[in-house]
């Protein structure tokens, strides 16, 4: 929401079940342990509008779910609510959405298995989740972004599908293609573009309002990285740790995009396997492997950020492969 951002699950160093909140106002901190899944999880999704988080519980062993749990963020310390469940059990999938409906797509049934093309969508005025169609391509550890009417998924290839929130119960449509194959990648946007970058350390830009075309080549960061996690703001995208051992925050100029990306300011720690949420002045990066895992909230300061990110508390459990969703509040 705006004022709070909300973390789930995770592997620490088996998979747990605890939900955290960072206060955005009072974020130094430790996060408080505000609720918890009803199970523990890990490589799950999450995606939300301004009222409820939702989240996928990916893999619960012995076995992928399709559970998914909302969390109301008015009430944040009662128990989640059943919501779903998704047409299949499955982990390592992918989220997005608008204020109406969240989209859980991708990901895979279980380890050695074919992975999935089916997209759930969850009504959020009634929140029981329908499957909607199948993305035209299949994969897993990919990325989403989206502006106010079309979602974008892709997932370790350099094909992206577009799903088109006023008409979903078609086939997506593949709209591009990156350069090359991404995954783990970190992404970023505004209303008319996004970037994405992983694996390597150029930042390829996808143009809203010409997504058929291959994506163009942007800029560069000054470190291939993977495992990364991406936020910003309208002005400015931030990609920050990454495998191996990095913890570089590196910010690409929306204004001038073609530049080679500059350094920030350092994360606390070098980090991967960890994500990134924020609303128009701050960038919050939680948890991840470092190289154990963690539970460190570092905070970015937009109007600031040559300086090193700041500690501003703790989640209630160090872990990776976790969660995060908010609205301009929390």
Not at 59 to 83: F, K, Q
């Amino acid at each position: 929401t705006s004022n709070f951002g909300y973390n789930a699950g995770g592997w620490a160093p088996n998979a747990v079940s605890t939900i955290d909140r960072i206060n955005y106002s009072n974020d130094n901190s430790s996060a408080l342990n505000r609720n918890s899944l009803l199970n523990n999880a890990y490589s799950l999704a999450a995606t939300g509008n301004s009222n409820f988080g939702y989240f996928s519980t990916g893999y619960v062993g012995p076995a992928e779910t399709s559970i998914i749990y909302r969390l109301d963020y008015s009430n944040d310390t009662t128990a989640v609510s059943t919501r779903g469940p998704l047409s299949q059990g499955r982990r390592d999938l992918t989220a997005t959405g608008n204020s109406n409906f969240g989209y859980f797509g991708g990901g895979i049934p279980q380890a050695g298995s074919p992975l999935y093309s089916i997209v759930d969508r969850i009504d959020y005025s009634n929140d029981t989740s329908n499957a909607r169609f199948l993305i035209t391509i299949t994969g897993e550890q990919g990325g989403g972004f989206s502006n106010n009417f079309y979602g974008y998924v892709f997932a370790n290839t350099s094909l992206f599908t577009r799903l088109d929130f006023s008409n979903d119960s078609g086939l997506t449509l593949q709209r591009g293609r990156m350069i090359t194959t991404r995954n783990t990648s970190g992404c970023t946007s505004t209303d008319f573009f996004a970037y994405i970058s992983g694996d390597i350390s150029r930042v390829d830009r996808v143009n809203y309002s010409n997504d058929t075309a291959t994506a163009l080549v942007r800029g560069t960061l000054n470190l291939a990285r993977y495992n990364i996690s991406a936020t910003g703001n309208s002005n400015f995208g931030y990609f920050g740790g990454g495998y191996s051992n990095i913890s570089s925050v590196e910010r690409v100029d929306y204004s001038n995009d073609t530049a080679t990306a500059s350094v920030r300011g350092p994360l606390s720690s070098a980090r991967s396997y960890f994500s990134a949420t924020g609303n128009s002045n701050y960038g919050w990066f939680g948890t991840g492997l470092s190289p154990a895992q963690v539970s460190t909230a570092d905070r970015i300061n937009f109007s600031n950020d040559s300086v090193s990110a700041s500690i501003r508390g703790l989640l209630g459990t160090k872990t990776f492969f976790y969660g995060a969703t908010s609205n301009s509040t929390k």
